[in-house]
Structures are given as structure tokens and as C-alpha cells.
């Protein structure tokens, strides 16, 4: 009996010696991956080729991390209205990234829950609508290049593309909108003109007054962006330049001069600043297969890819408020 005992308590000892090393790996494991996930740097891409918004982790072996296509049955967007999103021109990550604002220009215009890949919103803005932008009440405003126009919609997320838009703002090709939230004002770029708006902040009658206007160097306003970590500056790019535009002061800053550049975005210590610059690859002119850094450096490359605009995953603090979540003032 004694030598019985001693048997069956020599088997528990080597029993739970046994499962330690099970748990140091799955400790290790763990550690890894919640080392992998602080260490990521995801660009979130818009492949037009593929029909498809993606986010790319650079720092991890280039993986594609996520992936949304409006066709899909996640995405809920009804059949009828999927060819809205055809050359999907614009992904912002919002709301502290949990989702992404979207635009096409096929005219659609989109608030993606990043987890579920739901389209929670959606609507036509049409006129090759090239960007958008949330308001402070959870309203949104798009910029459509065709006809000329920013174009407020009532975010209705019961109703969707029944949702109720704003009058038309008169604005001849704009390209881009950026909110400002230290100044409370909604910034464009058309042609050669950049122009600052109040806005009325009203969930059923919104309203964009005119309160500023710049002539900038050179015209074909492209890209507007705002400069991560900066609470006075925005990136703005035309078809032959890069600028850095001062809020506060109005001062155009030369920052390089280049041709094609579709999107610039930067971001803090040990990220490159991003430039997709068109070079005909992906089957389009103004698509391309390479993202580079200022210097012409290649950051990320891809033959199968036809990319148009692209930013990293980072929480823009220049239009948005600290830890803001997704919101609609209509309920």
C-alpha cells in the first residue's frame, strides 16, 4: 500500500510537470501576439482593382490583415446598390477605427463596422464622389467631382439610402473634405481654390456657410489630409505638388514637387510618410501597384493590387474627439 501511494503521488508530480511547458508556450504564445498587435502598422487601401477596400500590416510580413468588398452578403448592401461602390475612391478610418468611412465613385458613400464588415450606413451621393467626411452630430458630407459639389446627408442608419440630404454646396471639382475641430470648420479643395465652411450643426436642416477662401499656388486640387500630430496643418496635393496648408496662419509650405500623387498621410515616429502616386498599374491611369515614402522608397508593393488612395490606421485627432464612437443624431 505504501509503495502504492508512493507510485500514484510520483505520477501527479510528473503529471503537472508535464503540463507546464503546455502553459509557458501558450503563455509565450499569447505574449507574441499581443506583441504582434501593438507592434502593427496596417495601411488601409483602397484596391480598386479587386474591387475591395483592404488593410495591409507592414510590419508583419505585408498580411492582409482585413477585407471588405460591397458585393459581399456581410456588407448588406442590397443588390441594387452595390454598383454604387464601383472604384472605391476613399477609406478613412472613424470612430476611434472601429469603422471606416468609404466613398466611390459610383457615388456611394458608406460608415463600415470594421468587426462585423456591415455597411451600418449607405447612400448615393453620385457625381464621382471622391471623399467624405463625418460632422460633429454624426451627419455626413461628400465631395463629388462631377457637377461639382459637397452634399450633406441626415445619417439615418434605420433607412439607409432613404436618409435625408442637405442642399447641394456649388464647389467646381472639389476633391476632398476635412473636418476641423479646434476650429469648427469643414475644409475643401477644387481646382485652384481651398475654402473653409461653418457648419450649423442642425441633424435635420444642416447647413455649410462659406467663411474662408485661398487661392493656392497651383491648381487641380487633389488630396486633403490632415498632418498626424498636428492640430494647425493638413497635407494638400495637386497634380504636380506636395504642400503642407496652415490652418491658422494660411501659408502654403512647398514640400516636394511630384507628379500623380493621389493621397499623402504620415504618422508618428517609426512611420513613413505615404504617397500613392498613379503609374498607369492595376489597369487604370490613375491606379497604381506601389506605395512609396517621401523619398521614393517603396513601402509596399503589390502586382496584383490596383490602388487610388490610401491612409494608415491611426486615430486622426485633428478631426476627431478623444475615444469618439459611432453616433447618429437621428436616434
Excluded at 467646381?172 to 450643426?201: C, I, M, P, Q, R
Aim: proline share 3%; charged share 20%; glycine share 8%.
Amino acid at each position: 500500500m505504501f509503495f502504492s501511494l508512493l507510485f500514484a503521488l510520483g505520477c501527479k508530480k510528473e503529471a503537472s510537470q508535464s503540463a507546464a511547458p503546455d502553459n509557458a508556450s501558450e503563455l509565450l504564445t499569447t505574449k507574441a501576439l499581443a506583441t504582434e498587435e501593438a507592434t502593427a502598422k496596417e495601411i488601409v487601401i483602397c484596391d480598386q482593382k479587386n474591387a475591395r477596400i483592404v488593410k495591409v500590416d507592414v510590419a508583419n510580413g505585408n498580411k492582409i490583415t482585413w477585407e471588405w468588398k460591397p458585393t459581399a452578403s456581410y456588407a448588406m448592401i442590397r443588390s441594387v446598390a452595390q454598383g454604387w461602390f464601383t472604384n472605391l475612391s476613399e477609406a478613412k478610418p472613424v470612430y476611434s477605427g472601429k469603422y471606416i468611412l468609404a466613398t466611390a465613385s459610383g457615388g456611394g458613400v458608406a460608415i463600415i463596422n470594421v468587426s462585423s464588415k456591415k455597411a451600418i450606413w449607405y447612400d448615393y451621393a453620385g457625381g464621382n464622389t471622391h471623399s467624405a467626411e463625418l460632422l460633429p452630430n454624426g451627419n455626413v458630407v461628400t465631395a463629388s467631382t462631377t457637377g461639382g459639389y459637397l452634399l450633406i446627408f441626415t445619417v439615418d442608419s434605420y433607412i439607409n439610402d432613404d436618409s435625408k440630404q442637405g442642399g447641394k454646396v456649388a464647389f467646381e471639382d472639389v476633391h476632398n473634405v476635412v473636418w476641423d475641430k479646434t476650429n469648427k470648420l469643414l475644409w475643401a479643395a477644387g481646382k485652384d481654390k481651398l475654402k473653409a465652411f461653418s457648419y450649423n450643426n442642425s441633424c435635420g436642416s444642416p447647413v455649410l456657410t462659406l467663411k474662408k477662401t485661398y487661392t493656392m499656388p497651383q491648381g487641380n486640387a487633389h488630396d486633403l489630409f490632415p498632418v498626424y500630430g498636428s492640430t494647425t496643418d493638413l497635407w494638400l496635393t495637386n497634380s504636380g505638388h506636395i504642400y503642407k496648408f496652415n490652418v491658422s496662419t494660411g501659408a502654403f509650405t512647398l514640400v516636394k514637387t511630384i507628379s500623380g500623387v493621389k493621397s499623402v498621410c504620415n504618422g508618428p515616429s517609426g512611420y513613413a510618410t505615404i504617397l500613392d502616386v498613379a503609374n498607369g498599374n492595376g489597369g487604370e491611369s490613375w491606379r497604381t501597384d506601389v506605395i512609396t515614402d517621401l523619398n521614393g522608397a517603396t513601402v509596399y508593393k503589390n502586382t496584383s493590387f490596383g490602388m487610388y488612395k490610401l491612409r494608415w490606421k491611426l486615430v486622426n485627432s485633428f478631426s476627431y474627439p478623444s475615444g469618439d464612437s459611432f453616433h447618429e443624431c437621428t436616434h
